[in-house]
């Protein structure tokens, strides 16, 4: 188990949930919100595990992957871009299922997830891949499904983070040495300078 790979499944995983809702019959109303509520709460509850659990072990261990600035610029774009899904999804949960607010808010929701998912895959999952260890990535993935499980049986209610207040103070500073990976070069891979 991966943390990495968990996260690129999830991923999958949210655009299967919107590809249904997509081709859900517009007169099942009652089927369309219990499967937006599902896909609401995997959302979010993949947005907490990965804030908790991932991020922070990026910032400590990236060097900026793809297309990215930097991590710092890696880690507090995905956090602004989980802040406009929540938008999207209070904007959705505050309409009447099936109303045509409500599915601007839902494909609003699936537009800013999508473009979110494509970053985080070429550049945080690419650079983490590089930069830490295997048995740090297999914790990190035990740690993110619990997680998730705690919080969905929980119930779930959605809060903005400030991207610049945590990327300045996430970072995990208890990582040991071995949690690097030392079979790959000290930076992560980048893509050139393009216009």
């Not at 830490?132 to 049986?153: G, V």
């Given at each position: 188990?991966?943390?990495?790979?968990?996260?690129?499944?999830?991923?999958?995983?949210?655009?299967?949930?919107?590809?249904?809702?997509?081709?859900?019959?517009?007169d099942?109303?009652?089927?369309?919100?219990?499967?937006?509520?599902?896909?609401?709460?995997?959302?979010?509850?993949?947005?907490?595990?990965?804030?908790?659990?991932f991020?922070?072990?990026?910032?400590?261990?990236?060097?900026?992957?793809?297309?990215?600035?930097?991590?710092?610029?890696?880690?507090?774009?995905?956090?602004?871009?989980?802040?406009?899904?929540?938008?999207?999804?209070?904007?959705?949960?505050?309409?009447?299922?099936?109303?045509?607010?409500?599915?601007?808010?839902?494909?609003?929701?699936?537009?800013a997830?999508?473009?979110?998912?494509?970053?985080?895959?070429?550049?945080?999952?690419?650079?983490?891949?590089?930069?830490?260890?295997?048995?740090l990535?297999?914790?990190?993935?035990?740690?993110?499904?619990?997680?998730?499980?705690?919080?969905?049986?929980?119930?779930?209610?959605?809060?903005?983070?400030?991207?610049?207040?945590?990327?300045?103070?996430?970072?995990?500073?208890?990582?040991?040495?071995d949690?690097?990976?030392?079979?790959?070069?000290?930076?992560?891979?980048?893509?050139?300078?393009?216009?």
């Amino acid at each position: 188990m991966d943390i990495c790979d968990v996260i690129q499944r999830q991923h999958d995983e949210q655009r299967t949930e919107f590809a249904i809702l997509e081709q859900w019959p517009r007169d099942d109303i009652e089927g369309l919100e219990a499967i937006w509520n599902r896909l609401a709460i995997l959302l979010e509850t993949h947005a907490l595990a990965e804030e908790k659990h991932f991020y922070p072990q990026l910032l400590t261990l990236g060097t900026g992957g793809a297309d990215a600035g930097g991590v710092d610029d890696e880690v507090e774009d995905a956090i602004k871009d989980h802040n406009s899904i929540r938008d999207c999804v209070r904007r959705a949960n505050a309409e009447k299922a099936g109303s045509e607010a409500w599915w601007k808010a839902v494909v609003d929701a699936n537009v800013a997830n999508s473009t979110h998912m494509g970053e985080e895959e070429r550049q945080d999952l690419a650079d983490f891949r590089q930069q830490a260890s295997l048995e740090l990535r297999h914790e990190l993935a035990i740690k993110l499904l619990r997680e998730m499980a705690m919080e969905a049986a929980k119930g779930i209610t959605p809060v903005d983070r400030d991207a610049d207040e945590y990327v300045a103070n996430d970072k995990d500073d208890s990582l040991g040495a071995d949690a690097k990976n030392t079979d790959l070069p000290d930076t992560s891979l980048t893509a050139s300078e393009t216009e």
